[in-house]
């Protein structure tokens, strides 16, 4: 029997469509609760997923800084994250939680 051959998971690897990307980045925008370097790591590997270097062109950002900022270990600006989530033709909205307060002014 051969020696098993073990390597690293690749999330972007298993993004292959668009609605993919999308139901991928509505489970991880569940599941992070106010975890912002777990949602910029999802946008990471969406981008990946889709092209860094095309992301980078469509953005206006550069190659290096898109990687860092969706590592999980940089801390991009809300206008990054709208750059990014427009380039890749992802929308975000809003919904209200389960069992919010609604406070009247």
């Not at 991928?24 to 925008?29: D, M, R, S, V």
């Amino acid at each position: 029997m051969s020696p098993l051959k073990l390597r690293k998971w690749d999330t972007a690897e298993h993004l292959r469509t668009e609605e993919d990307m999308a139901l991928y980045l509505e489970a991880c925008l569940q599941e992070a609760g106010d975890d912002a370097a777990f949602v910029a790591r999802a946008l990471g590997h969406i981008a990946r997923a889709k092209g860094m270097s095309q992301l980078a062109r469509d953005t206006g950002l550069g190659r290096e800084s898109l990687y860092k900022a969706l590592s999980g270990e940089g801390n991009p600006s809300f206008a990054t994250i709208l750059k990014v989530t427009t380039a890749l033709g992802i929308r975000l909205h809003a919904q209200p939680a389960e069992g919010g307060q609604v406070s009247t002014l």
